[in-house]
């Protein structure tokens, strides 16, 4: 699987799990809406009240599943950031096409934005037998 064929595999799927591990070292898990940048950047806002964003400031590595409908899936890992200036904006555009609702967010008090860079992802489709497990290099 090439590089452009995982991109829009990720577009065509809205939402993701996404893994990080608390101060005390449990696993937490969330559902997020999630778009991918053509440089393979994935990015969704979030609360920075909430667990996630406060887990990724503390230890920014995490993991994300992408897609689980149809047999098919994207599991990475990665590290995130927060994204700042041009590259912030950059983002938020890919994403307010995708989540409109999310220009409304903007006016949070508390939001936050991340990007994760992968560095570790697995293609898997179990449409087939035996299935198709294919790693991806980011």
Do not use: H
């Amino acid at each position: 699987m090439d590089t452009q064929t995982l991109i829009a595999f990720i577009r065509a799927q809205p939402w993701a799990v996404q893994a990080s591990v608390s101060p005390d070292g449990a696993p937490q898990a969330a559902v997020i809406g999630v778009v991918v940048s053509d440089s393979l950047e994935l990015f969704f806002d979030t609360s920075a009240a909430s667990r996630k964003c406060r887990n990724l400031r503390r230890e920014p590595r995490l993991a994300l599943v992408i897609g689980w409908d149809q047999g098919q899936t994207v599991q990475l890992e990665g590290r995130a950031d927060e994204p700042t200036g041009a590259d912030l904006i950059r983002l938020q555009e890919l994403y307010f096409a995708r989540f409109p609702d999310g220009r409304a967010r903007q006016a949070w008090p508390d939001i936050a934005y991340v990007r994760v860079r992968p560095t570790w992802i697995r293609y898997s489709d179990f449409r087939q037998d035996p299935p198709r497990i294919v790693q991806v290099a980011p």
